[in-house]
């Protein structure tokens, strides 16, 4: 029986997860794990030995070698071949994100993350300097604490999130990038929400919440399309209400896995199905 393989422990999510050619193409795009990654920013943008990036990441030398060639390999893959590269997935924790004076979560609670700046949610999530935490049981907010961000970017902050044991997150306008980090770390998003930070965070709670499910910011500071601002973007979705088959607002959406990961996403049958042979350390 092979042995279980060991959690590798990465810095932070990346702010951008996928890559392609100006050129179209109906490709299998090549998908990257988050352990792959950490090995070649550590390694190649870092410039450390593998010795240092090894005991970074918690594992043998002999299996960051491992790693390592796995991803060199994929991203020739990607670049020769003219395909999209993807980053999804892979046996991994995150290491210290800042977050050892934040309070820790009760066990029937909802976390709720929330941008913000003076009372209000801030509206460009990659640059917040706070977050505001509510905790939620039976449908009423039940703590509340202001928390300094640690870092910017959609990456850091994401990973600052899941280490906060945040749920969800209540933001204005978000970019795919910042979306892509947060749907890995297993976050609900709830955007395209202006206006009073407790307000929504109780509104969220009671069920009630009006927010958009396609907010978009791809340009901080500017309007979006025709007279589209951040944070406001298309038809508001209402949050006291059933979407779809067995889809409540509240609670995360899709069938979760204990992992963070949705089911049947390509990440989650990475870290989940076929392990690799690379490392049993």
Not at 14 to 40: A, N, Q
């Amino acid at each position: 029986m092979p042995r279980k393989q060991r959690c590798r422990c990465i810095g932070g999510y990346p702010d951008h997860w996928e890559f392609s050619p100006e050129e179209t193409s109906d490709k299998e795009p090549v998908v990257m794990s988050l352990d792959e990654f950490e090995t070649i920013r550590l390694l190649d943008y870092e410039g450390l030995t593998q010795e240092n990036c090894a005991e970074r990441m918690g594992v043998a030398r002999t299996t960051v070698t491992a790693i390592y060639e796995s991803a060199r390999r994929k991203m020739a893959e990607a670049l020769v071949d003219g395909r999209r590269l993807l980053i999804r997935g892979g046996n991994v924790r995150l290491g210290d994100q800042g977050t050892e004076n934040i309070t820790e979560k009760g066990t029937n609670n909802m976390r709720i993350a929330v941008p913000y700046e003076n009372g209000e949610i801030f509206q460009h999530f990659g640059h917040t300097e706070q977050f505001k935490l509510y905790d939620a049981e039976d449908g009423k907010i039940v703590s509340e604490q202001i928390v300094p961000t640690n870092g910017s970017g959609h990456g850091a902050l994401a990973g600052f999130l899941k280490a906060a044991q945040a749920d969800a997150l209540i933001c204005g306008g978000i970019g795919m990038g910042a979306q892509s980090a947060l749907a890995e770390a297993g976050i609900q998003l709830y955007g395209g929400v202006s206006g009073s930070a407790d307000a929504a965070a109780r509104a969220l709670a009671e069920g009630r919440l009006a927010y958009d499910p396609n907010a978009r910011c791809d340009h901080h500071g500017h309007h979006h399309g025709e007279g589209h601002e951040c944070g406001h973007h298309g038809e508001g979705h209402n949050c006291g209400h059933h979407h779809g088959e067995g889809h409540e607002c509240g609670h995360h959406h899709g069938k979760g896995l204990d992992c963070g990961h949705r089911e049947g996403d390509e990440g989650c049958r990475r870290h989940h199905g076929n392990e690799s042979s690379q490392d049993n350390t």
